[in-house]
């Protein structure tokens, strides 16, 4: 997977999109086949994967966050199952936050596992097997929609109204990670998070396809605090623009504005450039709670930007409100109907 996406994926396709076609439309070719041909492995409870067409991000942590709520308050024992990219450990894990950190798991893993059972393991069945072993009764995929080699019950794919698809190429030409009539036929619904105007391709591509669409919004806890305060936002998600949104909604004044590439490990010369700037200009550092739980368990003056930022705090809320039970129940009678096959 691509850690940093190239900036013209996001923008009108140009000619470098173009001059990868015949790159991008190999990759589709394997991208097809492996969705349609690669054996998927059943488990004995249902599974409802969180995926997105892109590369980069989406929202798929915080659509997972509230999906495990839903679970819980359905009277499941739900857990989480990553593939903990990023991370060094290469055998099914529970996450353990307490001693864990993001070079062990990865960042996602940590912040699903402050809120439910996480195992991360680069083959999925085996992670899956781990969180049955452990007690789940209801798995919430990270990802895993174009390769996993686990059966899910019901796919919900993510979209930001903000990015779409990006220029709708196929890697390497564009963030697309399968050829979008191929991976529209596998998923069973579409929540788009935000109402910018980019999801109207992908939008109409499930109109087509005859696939529901959701909405979502991204709210941000406790926002009174961000009110007026100037700031310096830093982020190292798939896209720092949503977080730097976010933060402006809840009315906070940004100065400066960092993005770095989705998972960056920030080293000493970057923690005391920003350490330095805040001071400078009496700014307070803000970031994600996906970076956070990266900077945590750092040294130096990783470890004191840590100690010195503030988190912005999002979940996300569906239209209408029981949207998350809704896919919570699909999920489980779609796992029934499978069961009696």
């Keep these: 997977m691509v850690s940093e996406a190239p900036p013209f994926w996001w923008t009108k396709a ?29 488990v004995d409870v249902p599974v409802l ?35 903990g990219y990023g991370g060094s450990i290469r055998t099914a894990t529970v996450v353990d936050t307490d001693h864990h950190n993001a070079g062990d798991v990865g960042d996602e893993p940590l912040l699903l596992a402050q809120k439910a059972l996480t195992v991360v393991s680069p083959e999925r069945a ?39 698809i990006g220029n709708g190429h196929v890697i390497p030409g564009g963030p697309v990670r399968a050829p979008m009539v191929d991976q529209m036929r596998h ?27 959701y909405e979502a919004k991204l709210k941000v806890i406790r926002p009174r605090r ?17 977080f730097f949104v976010s933060l402006n909604s809840a009315g906070a004044d940004i ?45 130096g003056k990783v470890a004191e930007l840590a100690e010195k930022s503030d988190v912005l705090e999002v979940q996300l809320e569906f239209d209408p409100p029981g949207l998350a039970q809704t896919f919570v129940e699909q999920t489980v009678q779609s796992f029934k109907k499978k069961a009696l096959l």
């Design 14 to 42: 140009d000619w470098r999109a173009w001059s990868l076609a015949p790159i991008s439309w190999i990759y589709g070719v394997v991208a097809r086949s492996r969705m349609e041909n690669a054996p998927r492995v059943a």
């Design 49 to 83: 994967c969180v995926g997105n067409f892109t590369v980069g991000g989406a929202g798929k942590t915080p659509t997972a966050l509230a999906l495990c709520a839903a679970a819980k308050k359905a009277g499941l024992k739900p857990g989480f199952l990553s593939r």
């Design 126 to 164: 085996a992670g899956a097997a781990r969180l049955i072993e452990e007690g789940a009764d209801f798995i919430i995929m990270d990802d895993g929609f174009q390769s996993a080699a686990v059966r899910f019950d019901f796919a919900l794919m993510v979209v930001d109204s903000l990015r779409g």
């Design 187 to 213: 998923a069973s619904a579409l929540l788009v998070i935000g109402d910018g105007p980019e999801a109207h391709p992908v939008i109409r591509v499930a109109g087509r396809a005859a696939k529901p669409v």
């Design 226 to 242: 961000f009110r007026r305060k100037k700031v310096l936002a830093y982020a190292a998600i798939g896209n720092p623009e949503k």
């Design 255 to 299: 100065v400066d504005a960092r993005g770095f590439g989705d998972h960056h490990h920030f080293v000493e010369d970057e923690a005391t450039d920003l350490l330095d700037t805040a001071s400078a200009r009496d700014l307070q550092l803000v970031t994600t709670a996906k970076d956070m739980v990266r900077l945590r368990h750092a040294r």
